[in-house]
């Protein structure tokens, strides 16, 4: 049995869709648009693509988006400066601090700063704490993400056993908080995790988010289960070039699973679609308090 690929990429461009929509009723109400304020800071070519392609992404739903690069170096004082102006700036509704952040600036301090109003990302932990509630806040994008390819594949969640491995923060702990909510029962894996592959074989959803290529096999994965495959892995493609991969064994796990997401192509589009569908969900929440 060949499972089913959950095409991320063309998912993505319907929650964009859903987006443009409420851009607009956005903008008829308030006369501007929902305005996203990115920080970048370092001169790192990943974050500086994934930063430049969010700027861009928000710029194509009719929202304004723009980005800010601080140097390397730049002092702890003057990024919380920054975060501080945008918090009291009236036209800003979403403010994404990218991850990672250079040594020497603590992160937590940095993203604690970031108005819990204005957190699209969802990491503040007042917003961490509001989903962990069961009450509505802003919730992290990447676990939004799955949960709409999870809907896509059809899986049915109440009672289903969902295995997430990985217990970040960003991913993990977030992702099982959304799944728990549907009335799944879930496990979370990680590091210190025994036997891992017996405790994914139990799963008939499986999340990874772990970030190691090849993590998980073929034979971790129950026959018939939905594959979520959160991981970024850029690898060694044998021909002098690189590839991104994800977790899962891709052709493994897709011998015996119902349905797989790829990557890329998968997760990781859904994550901006979902900092969009964030940022228009803060500004919209904000102007109705006012
Ligand atoms: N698609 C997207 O949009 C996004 C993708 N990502 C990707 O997802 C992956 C995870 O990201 P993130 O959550 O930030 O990563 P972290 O490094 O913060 O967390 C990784 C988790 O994996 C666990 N882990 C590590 N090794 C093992 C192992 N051998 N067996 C089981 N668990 C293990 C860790 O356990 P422990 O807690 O014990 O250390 C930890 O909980 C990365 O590849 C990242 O690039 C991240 C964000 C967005
Ligand atoms: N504050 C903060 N918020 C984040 O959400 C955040 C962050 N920092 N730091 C880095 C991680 C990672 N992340 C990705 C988002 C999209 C893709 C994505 O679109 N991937 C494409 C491929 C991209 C490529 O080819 O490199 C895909 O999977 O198809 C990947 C990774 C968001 N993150």
Redesign the pocket.
């Known amino acids: 049995m060949a499972a089913r690929i959950l095409d991320?990429?063309a998912l993505a461009e319907t929650v964009r869709a859903e987006v443009r929509v409420s851009v607009d009723a956005f903008k008829a109400k308030y006369g501007r648009a929902p305005g996203l304020e990115v920080i970048l800071v370092g001169d790192d070519p990943?974050?500086q693509?994934?930063t430049r392609?969010k700027e861009k992404a928000s710029n194509e739903v009719g929202m304004r988006g723009r980005l800010h690069v601080l140097p390397a170096a730049t002092p702890e004082d003057e990024v919380l400066a920054l975060v501080q102006r945008l918090n009291a700036d009236e036209a800003t509704d979403g403010i994404?601090?990218?991850?990672?952040l250079p040594k020497g600036l603590r992160e937590q301090r940095i993203l604690d700063a970031v108005s819990p109003a204005k957190d699209v990302?969802g990491?503040h932990p007042i917003n961490a704490g509001l989903l962990a509630s069961g009450r509505p806040g802003l919730v992290?994008?990447?676990p939004r993400g799955c949960m709409r390819l999870l809907a896509l594949a059809g899986a049915t969640l109440k009672g289903a056993r969902a295995v997430v491995v990985g217990r970040s923060n960003?991913v993990g702990k977030p992702v099982a908080q959304l799944l728990l909510a549907e009335h799944a029962t879930v496990t979370i894996a990680h590091s210190r995790t025994e036997d891992l592959a017996a405790v994914c074989r139990e799963a008939d959803i499986l999340v990874a988010a772990v970030g190691k290529a090849d993590l998980i096999r073929g034979d971790f994965v129950k026959p018939g289960a939905i594959v979520i495959d959160v991981g970024?892995n850029?690898i060694d493609a044998g021909n002098g070039k690189t590839k991104?991969v994800g977790d899962v064994t891709f052709a493994e796990a897709a011998e015996v699973a119902s349905a797989i997401t790829?990557?890329?192509?998968?997760?990781?589009?859904m994550?901006?679609a979902y900092?969009l569908e964030n940022t228009v969900t803060a500004a919209t929440a904000r102007m109705e308090k006012r």
Do not use: E, H
Request: hydrophobic content about 40%; aromatic content about 6%; some cysteine.
């Open positions: 991320g990429k990943a974050s693509v994934y392609n994404l601090v990218q991850l990672p990302d990491f992290p994008c990447t960003i970024m850029r991104l790829p990557v890329p192509g998968g997760v990781g589009p994550t901006i900092l």
